[in-house]
């Protein structure tokens, strides 16, 4: 069975500029969350998708958005990037309030 | 904001040895769980114990939880220097966010051959 697929798996973009992340679940999972790890902050849950909607956000600017696709796969949108921005993004999927499983993750890098 | 904390921050141990690492965490749960991530790559899920549950096994990993005590120790047996790693607690919990995990700020584990 296939894991977590991220992609691409590095990025890197100027101060300003809009980056996307791409995620494609678990097959079979209707859930797929995005976290932040940055340096120095741990990992930070970011955003909640299940079924197409936005059921969860954490603690991010509104620059931070994304959609889940009718297939459950998933996309991340950073605009305006800041430097602050760079960090490693990883994706997880789960079925129902089960066991959330990760991808390798997007280095993002903002320059 | 980061709910769980490890301890400790560091570990150093030889190959063969048991390695004990433990998890606080500071409100009400519905399970926890236990990842490794090598050399920041992704999350590999090891094991979900239930606030309900107070001993797990897998493999050679063993988890326990006290919930009176808001704990969970992460033990690995025999370790392996494949075991090298970080390992992460995370917590879910409360009927809002219950599907969001936070997670502590990691053990680094180091097996020596």
């Known amino acids: 069975e296939a894991g977590v697929t991220q992609s691409p798996t590095h990025l890197i973009k100027t101060r300003g500029q809009q980056a996307t992340l791409r995620c494609s679940p678990i097959?079979?999972?209707?859930?797929v969350y995005w976290y932040q790890q940055a340096l120095g902050l741990g990992l930070q849950f970011l955003l909640w998708?299940?079924?197409?909607?936005?059921?969860n956000r954490g603690n991010f600017p509104p620059r931070f958005s994304g959609r889940q696709f009718p297939n459950y796969s998933s996309e991340l949108n950073v605009n305006a990037l800041e430097l602050e921005d760079s960090a490693l993004y990883l994706c997880?999927?789960?079925?129902?309030?089960?066991?959330?499983?990760f991808g390798p993750g997007t280095r993002l890098t903002v320059t | 904001s980061q709910q769980g904390e490890e301890d400790p921050q560091a570990l150093s141990i030889q190959e063969g040895e048991n390695a004990t690492m433990n998890c606080s965490y500071k409100?009400?749960?519905?399970?926890l769980q236990w990842y490794r991530q090598n050399s920041g790559r992704g999350l590999v899920h090891l094991i979900l114990?239930?606030?309900?549950?107070r001993e797990k096994h897998s493999g050679r990993l063993r988890v326990t939880l006290d919930t009176s005590k808001k704990s969970s120790s992460l033990l690995i047996t025999a370790s392996r220097a494949a075991d090298t790693a970080s390992y992460f607690c995370?917590?879910?919990?409360?009927?809002?966010?219950?599907?969001?995990?936070?997670f502590g700020s990691g053990t680094q584990l180091t097996v020596l051959p």
């Open positions: 997880a999927s789960s079925l129902f309030e089960y066991e959330q499983y």
């Open positions: 097959s079979g999972h209707t859930s």
């Open positions: 998708y299940d079924e197409g909607e936005e059921r």
């Open positions: 409100t009400s749960i519905n399970n």
């Open positions: 114990i239930r606030s309900n549950e």
């Open positions: 995370a917590t879910d919990g409360g009927s809002g966010s219950a599907r969001q995990l936070t």
